[in-house]
């Protein structure tokens, strides 16, 4: 296992990995708004994607009313359902990077505390946590050569590999897409609808499962058009 592989390449075969996240402290925390305002300016960009992405992933106990975690955290901890409607509009794929995403996190904050004649507080034990999350990546040993081959696997492909493949890919992959649209460019026009068809699909509503069943279904299609 390595903890980082570079995305799939040209016409090399598509090396299908899995993955799981080890979650981290940053030893951030904030009690109130303008404590969570100052701590979001602060925090590693690892931590921002984090908690719009990584519940995708990690177990959840419950179904969440919110599809963030900041949202999540100022509907129940600060019970402030104004602020939490608007971070969870927020939507993380929407910006070409982190940092512009921490930005409008910290204006929606910031217009927030403006309109507010008394800072929302939390309870002592509701306090926002900064986390961040290591990936941990294991090569499942596929290797795929075609396109084609590799729409036989998509069904049984587990949770970790695609959110290695779909998620994380955008951190790694030069156009910040998913691998599988990134390695089907390495074969010019004859994938290029597929490529193009997949890097449209935007995963932040959808779950893991879901999601696979997406691509899936695009491969499908695709192969079916070219009998």
């Known amino acids: 296992m390595n903890e980082s592989a570079a995305a799939p390449t040209g016409n090399e075969p598509f090396a299908v990995r899995d993955c799981a996240l080890i979650t ?10 303008r404590e969570f305002r100052e701590a979001l300016l602060s925090v590693p960009a690892g931590s921002i994607f984090h908690h719009f992405w990584g519940r995708l992933l990690l177990p959840q106990f419950d179904e969440p009313e919110y599809n963030n975690d900041f949202a999540s955290w100022a509907y129940r901890g600060l019970h402030d359902k104004p602020l939490a409607e608007r971070l969870s509009m927020i939507i993380p794929t929407d910006f070409p990077d982190q940092e512009s995403l921490r930005q409008e996190l910290i204006e929606v904050v910031e217009q927030r505390l403006d309109e507010s004649e008394l800072v929302p507080w939390s309870m002592a034990d509701q306090q926002f946590h900064f986390l961040q ?23 049984s492909l587990s949770t970790g590999s695609i959110y290695y493949h779909c998620i ?23 994938h290029a609808e597929l490529s193009a068809q997949l890097n449209r699909i935007d995963p932040y509503f959808s779950s893991l499962k879901e999601l696979r069943q997406i691509v899936t279904r695009s491969f499908q299609q695709h192969f079916e058009a070219r009998k």
């Open 133 to 155: 999350a290591q990936i941990v990546v294991f090569d499942t040993g596929m290797r795929c050569s075609d396109p084609a081959d590799l729409l036989h696997h998509l069904p």
């Open 24 to 33: 981290l402290a940053t030893g951030v925390r904030a009690q109130n708004l």
């Open 168 to 190: 994380d890919a955008r951190t790694r992959t030069e156009g910040r897409c998913d691998d599988f649209s990134a390695w089907l460019t390495g074969f010019g026009e004859e």
